[in-house]
C-alpha cells in the first residue's frame, strides 16, 4: 500500500472530524427543525443538505490531502466542485425520504443508501481528481459500503423511530450526529483499504509549511461559516415561531379567557382576560383551585363527570355558570384540555373559555318569550275564536274554538277562505268595507253573523289584524272573533221589550179612553133588552152586546201590554191542563179538517204556572196551527223532559213562515194573518217570559211551523 492510502497526519484528522461532527449536527438540527415547523421549509433544507454534503466532503479532503501534499498543484478544482455537488444532492435525496408524518423502515433504508452513496461518491471523485489511478477489491468495498450503510441506519433509526422520537429526548441528535460522523470518517478510511493505487505517490513532509496551514484555516473558516449561516437560519426560524407564540398569546389575551392547573387543579396561570372577567387579580387566584369561582348552579355529578372525563386524557367541552368576586354571575363556554406525560398521565390542564354571558341571557329570553306566547296562545285558544289567514285571505291556520263554533274541522277548513261562513246576512258593501280597511294595513272591528256547517247561525265580534312586510303591505292576517250570539237574542229581547213598553204606554191611554164609553154603551144596550119584545131587535141588541164584548176583549188586550196582571203561580200538574185545551179545539180542529193529537210519555210533569194565562196561550198557538192549514193537514202537540225543563211542542204542517218574517213574531202589531192584530203572540210571549220561560219559534217555507214552550219543572 502506498504512502496516498496508507499514511496521514493525525492532526489534520482530528480537525476533519471534529468539524464532520459540527456539519452532522448542525444538518439534523435543521432537518429535525423541518418536521416541527411550517415556515422557511425550503431554505431550511437547502441549508441542512449543504451542510452534511460539505462534512462529507471535508472529511474526505483533509484526510487524502494530509497524506499528501504535493498532489495539491496537481488537484482538479472541476472535479472537487463537483464531489461537493453530488455530496450535497445524496444527502438531500435521503434526508427527503424521511419528511412524512409516519416514517417507516423502508423510509429509513432509503435514507441510508443516499448517505452512504454520497461517501462513497465523495471518496471516489476526490480520488480522481488527485489524479491518481485506483483499483477497488470488491468485496472489501462492499463490505465497506455495508458497514457504512448500517451505521447510518442505525443513526437514523434511534432520531426518527417513534420509540425515542416520542420522548423528546435532548440526546438524540448529539448521539445521532456522533454515529454520522463515526460513519463518515470509518467509511473513509474502509474505502481507502479497499483501494489499490496505481501511481506514484512522493512522500511528503511539508505539512508544516504556511500552506497547509492556510489550507487548514480556509477549512475551517468554510465550515465555521456555514455552521454560523445555519445557526442564523435556525435562530431567525426560532424568532419567527417567538414571534408567533407572541401573536398567538395576544390573540389568546384579546378574546379568550385562559387558565392553566397543575394535575390537582390547583391554578398556576391565568391571563388578563380570566382577571378581567373573574374580578380576582392574579395574585387572589394562584394557587387556588376554581371552586373559588363556583356558583352553585350546577349539581355535584357535573363537575364529578368533568374531572373523571379530563383525568382519562380525554378533552372536556361544555357551560358552565361561574361567581365573580363581587358576586355577580357570569357564563363560559369551556375547553379543557389534559396534557400528558409519557405514561398517558396528566401533568396539567389548560383551560380556554368564551364569555357567552350575553348569550346565555338571550336564551333566556327567548325563553321566556315563548313561553309568553305559549301562555298567549293558550289563552286566545280558550277564551276567542282565532283564524289566520294569507294576504289573499286563504285559512291557514285555526284553533279548536273555531272548529267548535263552526262545526267544520280542520281539515274542511285550512285552504278555504271565510266565504264558506257566509250568511248572506250582510249586504256586499260590507265585505267590501272590510278588506278595503285592512288591505290598507289598518286594523277592522266589527260584528258579523256566520253560518255553521250545520246550517244555524251564530254571532262573533271580529277583530281582524292585518301582519305587514317590510313594504308595509300585508302579508297575512289574524282574526279574533268572540262568541256573541246569546247577547245578540238578548239585545233582540230588549229591544222586543221597548216596543212592547212603548205600545203598553199608548194602550193605557187608549184603553182608559175607550173603557167608560164601552161600559155606558153596554149598560144602556142591556137596559134596552129589559122592554124589548121585538125579536128583530132583540138580534140587532145582541149583535150590539157581542161586538162590545170584542172591543172589550182588545182592551183588555192593552190593558195586559200596559200593566201586565200580577201572575200568581201554584204548582200544577201541566198535562191535563194542555188534554183539557187540546179536547176543547178537537170540534174546531175536525171542522178544518185538521188531524188534531196529543203525544205526551208522562202522566205528571210539575210545574208553577197560573193555569188560566197558560190555557190562554195554549189556545193561541193552536188556533193558530189550525188556521195555517187551510186545507187541512196534521197538528201534533206533544211534550218531552229535557234536564229540568219540560218542552212543549206545538208542530202543524202548514204554510210555514218566511225566515225574514220569523224574526219579527211576537212585535206588537206584527202579523202574518189576513184579520190579525198583532197582539195575541206578542201576549203569549209575555204570559211564558212571566212564567221564567222561553218560546222558540222553527220554521219552513211549506213544511210547516213548531212552535217550542220551554219551562222550568218542579224537582220532586
Same mark, same amino acid.
Given at each position: ?10 492532526? &489534520? ?115 480522481? $481528481? ?8 470488491? #468485496?472489501? #468495498?462492499?463490505?465497506?459500503? &455495508? ?16 420509540? =425515542? ?20 470518517? *470509518? ?20 505539512? /508544516? ?87 352553585? =348552579? ?8 368533568? !374531572? ?7 378533552? !372536556? ?5 361561574? @361567581? ?11 375547553t379543557i384540555v389534559p396534557f400528558l406525560n409519557k405514561k398517558g398521565k396528566p401533568v396539567q390542564y389548560i383551560a380556554i373559555r368564551s364569555d357567552i354571558s350575553k348569550r346565555k341571557k338571550a336564551e333566556e329570553n327567548l325563553r321566556e318569550t315563548i313561553k309568553e306566547n305559549v301562555d298567549i296562545k293558550f289563552a286566545l285558544d280558550q ?16 284553533? %279548536? ?28 258593501? &260590507? ?12 286594523? !277592522? ?7 255553521? @256547517?250545520?246550517?244555524? =247561525? ?68 142591556? &137596559?134596552?133588552?129589559?122592554? %124589548? ?12 152586546? /157581542? ?18 196582571? $200580577? ?21 174546531? $180542529? ?98 211564558? *217570559? ?7 219559534? %222553527? ?11 220551554? #219551562? ?5
Open positions: 500500500m502506498n504512502a496516498l492510502l496508507g499514511t496521514f497526519h493525525p492532526y &489534520f484528522i482530528v480537525i476533519a472530524i471534529g468539524l464532520t461532527i459540527m456539519a452532522s449536527y448542525t444538518s439534523l438540527d435543521m432537518f429535525t427543525l423541518i418536521r416541527s415547523s411550517n415556515q422557511n421549509k425550503r431554505l431550511l433544507f437547502l441549508g441542512g443538505s449543504l451542510s452534511m454534503g460539505i462534512g462529507i466532503w471535508v472529511m474526505n479532503f483533509m484526510a487524502l490531502i494530509s497524506a499528501d501534499t504535493n498532489r495539491l498543484a496537481s488537484y482538479h478544482i472541476p472535479l472537487t466542485i463537483l464531489s461537493i455537488f453530488i455530496g450535497i444532492a445524496f444527502t438531500g435525496m435521503a434526508f427527503l425520504a424521511l419528511f412524512g408524518k409516519t416514517i417507516r423502515l423502508p423510509h429509513l433504508l432509503i435514507g441510508s443508501s443516499f448517505l452512504t452513496l454520497a461517501v462513497i461518491a465523495i471518496q471516489v471523485i476526490g480520488l480522481y $481528481a488527485m489524479d491518481v489511478s485506483i483499483k477497488y477489491n470488491v #468485496l472489501l #468495498l462492499l463490505f465497506s459500503g &455495508f458497514v457504512i450503510f448500517g451505521s447510518f441506519l442505525f443513526s437514523l433509526w434511534i432520531l426518527f423511530s417513534s420509540s =425515542y422520537s416520542q420522548g423528546h429526548q435532548s440526546w438524540l441528535k448529539p448521539v445521532s450526529a456522533l454515529i454520522i460522523s463515526g460513519a463518515i470518517t *470509518e467509511g473513509h478510511f474502509l474505502l481507502k483499504r479497499a483501494a489499490t493505487t496505481t501511481s506514484e505517490v512522493v512522500q511528503s513532509s511539508n505539512t /508544516d509549511s504556511p500552506f497547509f496551514i492556510f489550507l487548514v484555516l480556509f477549512v475551517s473558516v468554510l465550515i465555521t461559516g456555514g455552521l454560523i449561516i445555519s445557526s442564523m437560519l435556525i435562530s431567525k426560524q426560532l424568532a419567527a415561531t417567538d414571534t408567533n407564540l407572541k401573536d398567538i398569546k395576544a390573540a389568546l389575551d384579546a378574546s379568550t379567557i385562559v387558565a392553566i392547573t397543575d394535575r390537582y387543579g390547583n391554578i398556576s396561570f391565568v391571563n388578563d382576560k380570566f382577571e378581567e372577567i373573574s374580578k380576582y387579580q392574579k395574585e387572589e387566584i394562584i394557587g387556588k383551585n376554581h371552586r373559588i369561582l363556583n356558583s352553585g =348552579y350546577h349539581p355535584k355529578e357535573f363537575f364529578q363527570q368533568l !374531572w373523571k372525563t379530563i383525568q382519562a386524557g380525554q378533552i !372536556w367541552r361544555g357551560e358552565i355558570r361561574n @361567581k365573580a368576586k363581587d358576586g355577580s354571575f357570569y357564563w363560559v363556554d369551556t277564551s276567542s275564536i282565532v283564524a289566520f289567514t294569507d294576504a289573499r285571505g286563504k285559512i291557514t291556520s285555526v284553533n %279548536e274554538k273555531f272548529c267548535e263554533i263552526s262545526k267544520y274541522s280542520r281539515e274542511e277548513i285550512i285552504g278555504m277562505d271565510h266565504r264558506i261562513l257566509n250568511s248572506g246576512y250582510h249586504p256586499k258593501d &260590507f265585505f267590501k268595507n272590510l278588506w278595503k280597511t285592512i288591505g290598507e294595513g289598518n286594523v !277592522w272591528k266589527g260584528e258579523i253573523r256566520n253560518k255553521a @256547517k250545520d246550517g244555524t =247561525y251564530y254571532w262573533v265580534d271580529t277583530t281582524i289584524v292585518p301582519f305587514l312586510n317590510d313594504q308595509a303591505k300585508p302579508y297575512q292576517y289574524l282574526a279574533i272573533r268572540n262568541d256573541i250570539t246569546e247577547r245578540k237574542k238578548t239585545e233582540e229581547v230588549l229591544h222586543r221589550q221597548d216596543k212592547l213598553a212603548a205600545v203598553g204606554q199608548l194602550a193605557a191611554g187608549v184603553a182608559h179612553e175607550i173603557r167608560n164609553p164601552l161600559t155606558s154603551m153596554k149598560g144602556y144596550t142591556e &137596559f134596552l133588552q129589559l122592554d %124589548e119584545k121585538d125579536p128583530e131587535r132583540m138580534e140587532f141588541l145582541n149583535i150590539i152586546l /157581542d161586538e162590545i164584548d170584542r172591543v172589550n176583549t182588545i182592551v183588555e188586550d192593552f190593558m195586559v201590554l200596559a200593566k201586565p196582571k $200580577a201572575v200568581e203561580l201554584e204548582e200544577k200538574n201541566v198535562v191535563p191542563v194542555i188534554r183539557n185545551v187540546v179536547s176543547l179545539l178537537e170540534f174546531e $180542529a175536525r171542522k178544518k179538517n185538521v188531524r188534531l193529537s196529543f203525544n205526551c210519555n208522562h202522566e205528571i210533569i210539575q210545574i208553577e204556572c197560573d193555569e188560566n194565562r197558560l190555557k190562554q196561550v195554549f189556545l193561541n198557538f193552536i188556533k193558530n196551527g189550525i188556521e195555517a192549514m187551510p186545507n187541512g193537514g196534521d197538528l201534533l202537540v206533544k211534550t218531552a223532559i229535557q234536564d229540568n225543563n219540560v218542552q212543549i211542542s206545538i208542530q202543524d204542517s202548514g204554510v210555514g213562515i218566511p225566515k225574514d218574517k220569523l224574526q219579527k213574531l211576537g212585535e206588537p202589531f206584527y202579523t202574518t194573518k189576513r184579520n190579525g192584530n198583532g197582539l195575541g203572540l206578542m201576549v203569549s210571549f209575555k204570559i211564558i *217570559e212571566s212564567h221564567n220561560g222561553k218560546v222558540f219559534v %222553527e220554521s219552513e217555507p211549506n213544511k210547516g211551523t213548531t212552535f217550542n214552550i220551554l #219551562l222550568p219543572t218542579k224537582i220532586a
